[in-house]
């Protein structure tokens, strides 16, 4: 696959270099799992079908198989790298003459092409009959042959396919669906091809928003049976899958992904992006909202942001930031030593720069894990409409906005996903539920949140809530309406905005105008949080708590040391002094007792200055 690309990609070896090979037996010697072992690293994506037809990549099967047998003799678990979403044609063709119609088209046949120039390439129709057997066939042999722990697809993304059978498909679809004149206004859907259009924007079109959802449910109904496919090959098999950043704008129209809809057919999200923590044209670029996302999901996630932040000044604590981001907020922490070639193998100045970084590391993690354990304390929830983030580009900028403000604020929150075919309902620990310019919610759904707030529920709701249907249909009235003038409901057309630098593979959102001081204003005149964090902006919060005690764990974005740190105040639920820590494991600073001072019936906290990384634990608890 490198050798075929002549370069670099995706940070692996110049795939042109007259010692690539040399490199790859190294990479197959007990010399690389040894070396992640002594690091502390122990599981990997490992090569084993890169989507260039089983019969040709079998000649490497054996190497991969002992490269698999050393990984486990050092402690490390494999999950196998499968290639969803390309056929390398030039050497598959040779072992499927009818590998043709496995390819995707575009509104005019031409066969699609994985991006960025690659014209060899093709992108699957996932219809094809061919392509999920195939798919079956490798999932067998990495898990029963290749004793692999798990699988790895990646490119889960899937483009629209034009071919005859897609849109025989897709027409099947529509006529399964009640009245077709009231819904798009044609007496039979017979002749309708799938539609031509990209982008986001407000997705109104029916049969645009049938095409999406059509296409949605294929891709996870076929990740299901692989997922399930995969368990019955080996029970214990992990299934992880670049879905793509979780959160990127557009995801399910362009590429027939939804986070929620995937959940029950992958154990790990992959969630690629260029995400790399830190601050970036003013804007606090961080992993943040996938993880919350999927957390809210219950799927575990490596938010992978591509950031190999090599050894050169400022490395250091782009690098931590990254592991801490992790660490703090619930993704799964990666490295890519191993996998950074180099002429000497593995570069033994990386080496010496990073080792030291991950034992400091996986010390601090050691010791604070009662602190990292425990439940994340969410009590303001965000609502996630599936319906909405998919069909309208306002919707998705207005959850972005909302959670830079409460992010910036430090304001502990969750995201709180819901569909249109699932009943709704908040959680028992929830205290405050915003539903910001949510455009696309159900009957069902609205009934559900104004038994919430006719129960006393604290809401917020902004912008076009509530005006339109799943299907974006205007509502003749808005039934939210009749929640006015109720003590814990505040409601607005106001939109909290911030601006949106970007929303694809970087997720930039700058500052709101006055910091997001109306939603704040909002949030207090409807609650008293029992815990207040007065930080940065640039540093972000998440607060953990159990029976046992709370932990407030910040990540400083600016990378360098916060000039006054940061103060806390709680309201504990007893009246005798909490005992208290402060931390900054990162920097060498352990757990040390801090005195908290009384101040107007709560317990203040003060945070000396930290460069990335400061958690304060404080027991008892919360009142
Ligand atoms: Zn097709």
Known sequence: ????????????????????????????????PRLMEDLGLNMLHSRFYKGMGWQFESRDFPHVKRFVENCHRHGVRA??????????????LAEI???????????????????????????????APGFEPYLKKLIRIALEEGDFDGIMFDNCGVPPCHCDRCAALFREHLAGLPDPEGRFGLPTVDHVLPPVRSGYGEIQDPIYQEWIRFRCQRVAALYHRLYRHAKACKRSAIVSGNVANVRRANVAGAAGLIAADLADSFDVFVSQSGNAPGLTDGCVVNRVREIKLSQALGTDVLALCDSDAGISPGAESAYVLTLVEDAVFGGIPTDRTVIKPSPEMVSARLIEFRKPLLRRFNEAVRRGRAGLERP????????YSR????????????????????????????????????PLEAPAD???LLVCDQRCLSDAQLDALMRYAQDGGRLIITGQSGEHDESYRQ???????????????VRRAEVDAAPIKSAGWTIKVAAPKDGGRRLIDDLASLWSPPIRIDAPATVFAEVKRDEQAVSVHLVNYAQEPVGKGARIELDADTDAAPRVT????MEGRDAAPVAAQRVGGRWVVEVPPFAVYAVVDAAPTLR
Request: overall charge negative.
């Open 79 to 92: 999950l196998a790298y499968v290639q969803f979403s390309t056929l390398y044609y030039e050497t598959m």
């Open 430 to 432: 929830c205290e405050v």
């Open 475 to 489: 509502r003749r009235a808005n039934p939210l309406a009749r929640l006015d003038g109720r003590p814990n409901v």
């Open 582 to 585: 402060v931390a900054a494991p």
């Open 97 to 127: 003459p009818g590998l043709d119609d496995w390819a995707a088209v575009d509104e005019r046949g031409r066969k699609r092409t994985y991006h960025g120039g690659a014209y060899y390439r093709w992108l699957p129709c996932i219809n």
């Open 376 to 383: 994340t304390y969410a009590p303001v929830r965000l609502l």
């Open 1 to 32: 696959m490198y050798r075929r690309a002549g370069k670099r990609v995706t940070g692996g070896i110049e795939g042109g270099a007259l010692w690539l090979e040399d490199w790859h037996h190294w990479f197959d010697s007990e010399a690389c």
């Open 387 to 422: 319906e909405s983030e998919a069909f309208s580009e306002q919707s998705h900028d207005a959850t972005l906005s909302a959670e830079e403000i409460l992010l910036r604020n430090h304001v502990p929150y969750g995201l709180l996903p819901t569909d249109a075919a699932t």
